[in-house]
């Protein structure tokens, strides 16, 4: 049978809770426990895919095609929870499935009511994810949003009935709060405590609190949040800010025996713990020494979840060359007027152009691009940086001025980037792009072959637009490396510039498997050839 674990939050938003979530996953893994990570979200979109990045950052895309929370990518980084469509039940999906099987006459002439029948599907979700893999141990459930929000009540009711249902040991209730510090520098229980009465309203009684805190809470204010929150003192834990990384948080958790003391409540026998991976990751995190900055040329550079997991990519790239990464986030819409881009871009030893969508600013990537490979500058282009650098080499090579994309310009006399066939009739937005995952063939000889060492590559993909196999033979003449295909060989997948320290691009997004303790093969040679230009010291380690 499965454990549940219910994470939920009060107080506000953005105390880490899906880092918590995910650091808990991490603990459990460490005690040979296999974990299945899954996220709520309260808001009524189906899935994350026809959100602005503005608007809720990044969509993190699973194996299967789904268009998710960026919390997923979480789940991903930080743990080996398996993530499918299952894994993110929005209200959205719930209503809408509800909503169907009642125009189908299947509630029978009943009234359909937000309790039981929104509230069964939550419950019947959840336990299909939980089945989804048979060798499931324990379900984490991240509730989005914040308790008190009108939003959240179905879930949380949902939350309350498995716990109820399903006797204490089976399912317990995590609850993440803060504890602000006021002028003086003393700490605040009361937020938590009113959090906790809160969850208490809604039927649940939280059975471990972690108290966000700009330090460690010492045992007396410990014991005092227990008091009042009826609560075992020692199941109250501290997420404290980190100056390290956020990867060091399973550390400091295991530290507090968060996972013995959750072992412990769900009556799971305590077995031998193994954190090495993140001492490991740790030690090479102390171990970084120098430091290269890449420039991130898009156009979602205010807010750092936009691109989410391409910066922490970025980061576990950096972890495995032993050297600092930072960003330096470039507004390509900035650069289209610069007569010199290269004013910008002499101050960062590597370009990387992430995804995206729409013609703001596309202008300004193509002139990064063209400054990267005229330069030498180690350029990493993933997805639309991927179509960027075909647009330079038809505008800039081959001497088509006009050559672009028909997501920009549907008049181009060279569109060398355009829609295939099956996407020209698509007038729905939602779900309907190239998604998920699928096979890529490398070329041998290629760097992209290097990087994986393998030719066959499986990564994901987000995307309507194609490099236009019309000009295929024109760009590859001309010195534009075809380094990888789809097994059938119609779709190219990934090009590389020639006579250059490193410039790739791929259709796919290597990001989304990247993780602290694993770099993605692609992130880690771009950032070993941005080191290798910087400072010499051989190639990308294996
Ligand atoms: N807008 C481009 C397309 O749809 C690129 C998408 C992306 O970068 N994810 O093909």
Same mark, same amino acid.
């Given at each position: 049978?499965?454990?549940? &674990? $219910? ?16 650091? /808990? ?44 929370? /960026? ?27 509800? &909503? ?49 929000? %009108? ?11 498995? %716990? ?7 399912? %317990? ?72 990384? &956020? ?5 400091? $958790? ?67 060359? +032993?050297?600092?990464?930072?960003? @330096? ?50 350029? $990493? ?26 997501? $920009? ?14 996407? %020209?009739? @698509?007038?729905?937005? +939602? ?90 093969? /692609? ?20």
């Amino acid at each position: 049978m499965n454990k549940f &674990i $219910f994470v939920s939050g009060g107080v506000c938003s953005s105390l880490g809770k899906g880092v918590a979530a995910s650091s /808990l996953g991490a603990l459990l893994e460490g005690r040979g426990l296999n974990v299945r990570m899954i996220k709520c979200d309260p808001y009524i979109n189906v899935d994350a895919g026809t959100m602005s990045p503005y608007q809720h950052g990044e969509v993190y895309v699973t194996d299967d095609g789904a268009e998710t929370d /960026l919390d997923l990518g979480n789940y991903a980084r930080f743990t080996a929870s398996p993530l499918s469509r299952a894994n993110s039940i929005t209200t959205g999906q719930v209503y809408d499935s509800v &909503i169907r099987k009642e125009r189908e006459g299947r509630f029978l002439g009943r009234c359909v009511q937000v309790i039981p029948h929104i509230t069964d599907e939550i419950k019947s979700r959840i336990l299909a994810a939980a089945r989804e893999d048979p060798n499931t141990d324990v379900v984490i459930i991240e509730i989005g949003g914040t308790v008190g929000d %009108i939003e959240s009540i179905p879930f949380l009711e949902a939350a309350r009935q498995m %716990i109820h249902e399903s006797g204490k040991t089976n399912a %317990i209730s995590v609850h993440l709060t803060l504890i602000p510090e006021v002028a003086g520098g003393e700490l605040k229980t009361k937020p938590t405590q009113h959090s906790v009465k809160a969850m208490q309203e809604m039927g649940i009684q939280p059975d471990v609190l972690v108290c966000r805190a700009p330090v460690m809470l010492d045992d007396a204010t410990c014991r005092k949040i227990a008091l009042f929150c009826n609560v075992d003192p020692e199941a109250v834990f501290t997420s404290c800010n980190v100056d390290t990384t &956020i990867y060091e948080i399973p550390i400091i $958790f295991f530290n507090q025996k968060l996972d013995q003391v959750v072992l412990n409540k769900m009556g799971v026998e305590s077995r031998h713990a193994n954190l090495d991976p993140w001492y490991f990751m740790m030690k090479k995190f102390a171990a970084r020494n120098g430091k290269v900055c890449i420039g991130i040329v898009g156009k979602y550079m205010e807010l750092h979840d936009a691109y989410k997991s391409v910066y922490e990519a970025l980061f576990h790239a950096g972890l495995e060359c +032993g050297v600092e990464v930072e960003l @330096v986030k470039i507004d390509s819409s900035g650069l289209e007027e610069k007569e010199n881009p290269g004013a910008v871009l002499e101050t960062v030893d590597g370009i990387l152009v992430p995804g995206g969508f729409g013609q703001r600013g596309i202008n300004g990537m193509v002139k990064a691009a063209s400054w990267a490979r005229k330069n030498g500058v180690p350029y $990493f282009g993933i997805c639309l940086g991927m179509q960027i650098m075909v647009m330079d080499w038809g505008r800039n090579v081959l001497g088509w001025e006009d050559a672009d994309s028909t997501e $920009f310009n549907q008049d181009s006399k060279h569109p060398v980037v355009s829609l295939l066939e099956e996407q %020209i009739d @698509v007038k729905n937005y +939602g779900g309907t792009m190239r998604l998920g995952k699928s096979e890529t063939m490398a070329i041998e000889g290629t760097r992209i072959y290097a990087a994986y060492g393998n030719r066959q590559i499986w990564e994901r993909h987000r995307h309507r637009y194609e490099f236009s196999n019309k000009y295929r033979k024109e760009m590859s003449e001309s010195g534009l490396a075809i380094a990888a295909l789809t097994p059938d060989g119609s779709l190219v997948e990934c090009v590389e510039w020639p006579n250059h320290p490193w410039g790739l691009g791929v259709q796919f997004h290597p990001e989304f498997k990247s993780k602290p303790t694993a770099a993605a093969p /692609l992130f880690r040679d771009f950032i070993a050839a941005v080191k290798e230009r910087k400072m010499g010291g051989g190639p990308a380690p294996r």
